[in-house]
């Protein structure tokens, strides 16, 4: 079980990155009284000039300096504080140390990672001990994967309270976004990628739509379960569709949500992201457009000669949009879902600010704050946003200002 004598309640770990200062501003404007935070990262100037940047509340946060690449400070880290958030990616690369470190000092930990070969990595090793701790590593707990986790745990809770049976067939449909990929999900891409193409294991572990599962063999069997890669017409849902970037990690973790409580949402819950792109004349187009710049983005950081001209135009980790581009982003999603008893639900989860900056700050910090406050169920392990704190989770993302909602539908 976590200490709760511990000097800190949070820390963000890469808080000199793009997305590490816009968490540690968030935490300076919003987080409760008497939190107590620090930052940390490699260097202590560029540490203390974030610190000298967010105002009065920051003023006596303390500075940590550590180093992925150094074992001996990533563990002096975990033991100072509750909670780790960390930013620093790609993380199969950078990750798995500090994961390790948590996991022995008691301390929960969140991360922003959608690299479903790092997941499988941090599940594979440290789970168990995880468990035996009662420390929880939550991955995934930004724009990857929190929307699309928290949304169908609403539509579970919906249809058991109603009596309306499991899910089955669940889509999720982004409804309107507006935002841009961040340098550091660019690069965590470009590294899952450059591994699948070396690795036939990894190529397997990214494909199988099941691969985040605590038991695979007791996975059900319900046939094609592929992320779409095309553009299609859904007669049920009124709309085309295309391929939503984010689906190949969102998918398989809300998976593990299902399997991680013991296929609370059903033996037969089929669940798919796609984008939506409405019913007008010029849907399918919009569609096939969207699917063509997808699949080039991903064949194009695949391959080293077109990866380096790509590097040229697309943001690098550590860059970001300017503040106005951040303030005017937005997200819209609705998840569609029919029960055993054919009754039909719908969530929808929207929040404002650019997807992968400013709202993805806003659900880390939450996230955070929920960990290090919030009184959760006692559990431990490799767990998603959903099974970590659930409802907790959502009462905190809703007071934040997010969206999350769930009614019935025709």
Known sequence: MVSKERELDVVVFGATGFVGRLTAAYLAEHSPARLRVGLAGRSQERLAAVRSSLGATAAAWPLIVA?????????????????????????????????????????????????????????????????????????????????????????????????????????????????????????????????????????????????????????????????????????????????????????????RSNALQGWAYG???????????????????????????????????????????????????GEGPSEQARRTGFFRMEIHTRTSSGARYVSRVSAKGDPGYAATSLMLGEAAICLARDELPERGGVLTPAVAMGSALVDRLRTAGMTLTVTTSR
Request: hydrophobic content about 45%; glycine content about 10%.
């Open 67 to 255: 180093d992925s690449d150094d074992a001996k400070s990533l563990n002096a880290l975990a033991a100072r504080t509750r909670v780790v958030a960390t930013t620093v990616g790609p993380y199969r690369r950078w990750g798995m140390g500090l994961v390790r470190a948590c996991v022995e000092a008691g301390t929960h930990y969140a991360d922003l990672t959608g690299e479903v070969a790092f997941m499988r990595e941090s599940i594979d090793t440290c789970h168990d001990a995880a468990a035996r701790a009662g420390v929880r590593i939550v991955h995934a707990c930004g724009f990857d994967s929190i929307p699309s986790d928290l949304g169908v745990l609403l539509l579970h809770q919906a249809a058991l309270a109603d009596g309306a049976g499991d899910l089955e067939d669940t889509t999720l449909v982004v409804a309107a976004l507006k935002g841009g990929l961040s340098g550091g999900t660019i690069d965590s891409m470009r590294v899952q990628l450059q591994e699948a193409r070396a690795d036939a294991g990894v190529r397997r572990l990214v494909a199988d739509a099941y691969s985040l599962s605590p038991d695979r063999s007791e996975e059900p069997d319900l046939g094609d379960e592929r992320d779409l890669m095309a553009v299609r017409h859904d007669a049920g849902l009124r709309t085309w569709m295309g391929p939503f970037v984010m689906a190949g990690s969102n998918t398989r973790v809300v998976r």
């Open 267 to 317: 033996r037969r819950f089929r669940y798919r992201e796609v984008t939506g792109f409405g019913s007008g004349v010029a849907a399918p187009v919009k569609g096939a457009v969207a699917a063509t710049g997808i699949a080039g983005l991903v064949a194009g950081l695949s391959f080293a000669p077109t990866r380096a001209v790509l590097d040229r135009v697309l943001p690098s980790p």
